[in-house]
Nanobody
């Protein structure tokens, strides 16, 4: 079973920054993204990027604070998070279009993307 590999999570104080990394995308020219799940809440789309181009997608709650980027030579995407808030505390999952089944849909503003390949997650904890 294909698994993406995330890294970079950890504890950080409010107002601080953190960078997440994800590698292992087995597909080409697909959309990859970050999905997060806070305790007691449903998973929500955070940011996504088209690995075959430059299009990016963001949840309204992170616009202006988070930036998603990619390094295709390393087959890696990144999530640069700044001005972090306690509400950003969550498990952050890397996900990719492709895989078995139709995938699970997540919205990024007006755009819905279906993700079928997942990582195991990395915890981000923001303290006030």
């Amino acid at each position: 079973q294909v698994r993406l590999v995330e890294s970079g999570g950890g504890p950080v104080q409010a107002g601080g920054s953190l960078k997440l990394s994800c590698t292992g995308n087995p597909y080409k020219n697909n959309v990859m993204g970050w999905i997060r799940q806070a305790p007691g809440l449903e998973r929500e789309g955070v940011a996504a990027i088209n690995t075959g181009g430059s299009s990016t997608y963001y949840a309204d709650s992170v616009k202006g604070r988070f930036t998603i980027s990619q390094d295709n030579r390393k087959n890696t995407i990144y999530l640069h998070m700044s001005s972090l808030k306690p509400d950003d505390t969550a498990m952050y999952y890397c996900a990719a279009e492709g895989g078995e089944g139709a995938g699970i849909p997540y919205k990024f503003g007006p755009t819905t993307i279906y993700f079928g390949t997942w990582g195991q997650g990395t915890q981000v904890t923001v303290s006030s």
